[in-house]
């Protein structure tokens, strides 16, 4: 690549060879069809096989270099499972073709058939028979030797980044498998995989806010879905006994390393359990698609070892708050002394607050940093629990957990909420402090009142971050680094 030339100059001189192309009646773009018989790594694993018997096979994939020479040449194919050398020669595959595999250039697509040897210096390649070009590359690839490291530019430009920088597929290919693995362990346990409505007339399930579309027809506003939860009880209450989801939820919020506007959840509900029987099986989930997708139970994630093998940790929102910030707020009985304590550490407090808000701004504040190793903090206050059973013995918390791992909270689970008239006094309390000023507040879904009043058998709920799962898993540090087209905001 010559340095003085810049890109859309190179840009031109492609256009006149796909044009000089056409002109002879070699258009690239009319191939529609080329038949693949084998892959980089197939071939370089049964090497000895193929070469032996000198069978005829064929490879397709993007030139990644090239070293043209008087009657013999080489390049180097890049496919789907990585790279493998051609060796090409005049004697071979003919003049014609000869010479116009000379004027391919690096990022084009080509076709090359032939058999498999091992040059001088023991690499193991495929001699061409034939050559074709399928597709014509009109761009010129990032420059070898410093790639593409502009990080938001590969977010932006994936396609790119996944040609140039190779080793990031792996992190894709692992995101598959994780998923597949959770499937086959939810499978195997009697669940059953649904569809819900991404399309929402209420937004519900969480606390967040939603994105706002409308439906032109019905002139309707309408919610892309901020959880899966709602739906999915409805099948309990239907007798779907065991349901899961997988599936895309939107929240108009922030965008950070662990926040992304659209992201995947899992959602899963289980009846004739609680949210303990929903620890033992996040617990034993985790485990089990480790060391399915892994090999292993210890996984490496920044400065940190986490251990998904040994028994996670299991506190309550009370305790850890007292562990880390000697609070003890099963002392603390009105809310004026949470506010005037809540005060005393510097902490905001809204006017819509309850104890049980304070309590979540101390954990937050002086908890969850502190959370590296798998713990499931149980037992949240009734305020930010409003889907959640209270705890029989102590109702101003509820039987519900969440899983922190390296800091961040990975799972979310309930005893799920059965009574329809405590339900709906948790709704009409959720539309007071809509109205006082909470946007991640919910409103009133009277059909879902309406399936509990059917009655909704205990129920045990979870949902998991599938980002998070998957950043954890493969050392990510940012949630874009495990999502294929990340949300970015549009360049100018």
């Known amino acids: 690549m010559d340095d003085h030339i810049d890109y859309s100059e190179q840009t031109q001189i ?5 044009e000089a192309l056409q002109a002879s009646g070699q258009d690239p773009f ?23 018997s000198a069978t005829i096979i064929s490879i397709a994939g993007r030139i990644m270099s090239r070293r043209v020479m008087g009657k013999a040449s080489f ?15 005049r004697d071979d595959i003919g003049e014609e073709l ?10 084009d697509i080509a076709g090359i058939t032939g058999i498999v040897i091992k040059t001088k210096t023991g690499e193991i390649s495929l001699k061409a028979k034939s050559v074709i070009l399928l597709a014509k590359s009109l761009q010129v690839l990032p420059e070898k030797f410093h790639g593409l490291k502009d990080q938001e530019l590969r977010y932006r430009k994936r396609y790119l980044d996944l040609i140039v920088n190779p080793d990031i597929k792996d992190v894709f290919l692992k995101r598959t498998a994780i998923i597949k693995a959770i499937r086959t362990f939810l499978d195997n346990r009697g669940y059953l995989e649904v569809d819900t409505p991404v399309l929402q007339t209420i937004a519900g399930g969480a606390s967040a806010r939603p994105f706002v579309t409308k439906h032109n027809t019905l002139h309707l506003d309408m919610y892309l879905r901020i959880a899966l939860e709602l739906p999915l009880k409805r099948l309990i209450v ?29 959602e899963l509900y289980e009846a004739y359990t609680d949210y303990h029987g929903m620890m033992d099986l996040t617990e034993t989930m985790l485990r089990e698609v480790s060391q399915k997708v892994l090999g292993v139970t210890t996984v490496p994630y920044g400065d940190h070892t986490i251990d998904l093998g040994k028994p996670f940790e299991r506190l309550t929102m009370v305790e850890a708050v007292k562990k880390y910030s000697n609070v003890d707020f099963s002392s603390i009985k009105a809310l004026e002394e949470a506010q005037d304590i809540a005060k005393a550490h510097h902490l905001k407090v809204e006017k819509w607050h309850g104890k049980g808000h304070i309590l979540e701004l101390f954990f937050d504040e002086y908890v969850e940093k502190h959370l590296i190793q ?50 709906r006094r948790r709704f009409q309390h959720q539309e007071q402090m809509k ?7 919910t409103a009133i879904d009277e059909d879902f009142l309406m399936a509990l009043e059917y009655g909704m058998p205990p129920t045990g709920g979870m949902g998991l971050g599938i980002e ?14 495990v999502m294929l087209f990340p949300t970015m905001k549009p360049t100018e």
């Open 30 to 52: 009319q191939q529609v069809k080329y038949d693949v018989t084998h892959h980089s790594i197939e071939i370089k694993e049964n090497f000895e096989t193929l070469e032996e």
């Open 14 to 18: 492609r256009l006149e060879k796909l």
């Open 468 to 481: 998070r799962l998957i950043m954890l898993l493969t050392n990510a540090y940012s949630i874009r680094d």
């Open 75 to 89: 390049c180097d194919i890049q496919d789907r499972d990585g790279r493998i050398q051609v060796y090409v020669r």
């Open 98 to 107: 000869y010479e116009a595999f000379k004027h391919y250039d690096i990022g």
């Open 435 to 441: 109205n006082a000023g909470d946007e991640e507040a």
């Open 374 to 423: 798998p713990t499931f903090i149980m037992d949240h206050p009734i305020e930010i629990s409003h889907l959640t059973k209270s705890k029989p013995n102590d109702p101003g918390y509820t039987e519900r957990f969440e899983l922190f791992i390296v800091g961040r909270e990975f799972a979310n689970a309930y005893s799920e909420l059965n009574d329809p008239i405590d339900q």
């Open 238 to 266: 239907g007798g779907l006994e065991r349901v899961y989801e997988i599936g895309r939820v939107f929240r108009n919020e922030g965008m950070s390393i662990r926040h992304n506007p659209e992201f995947t959840m899992l």
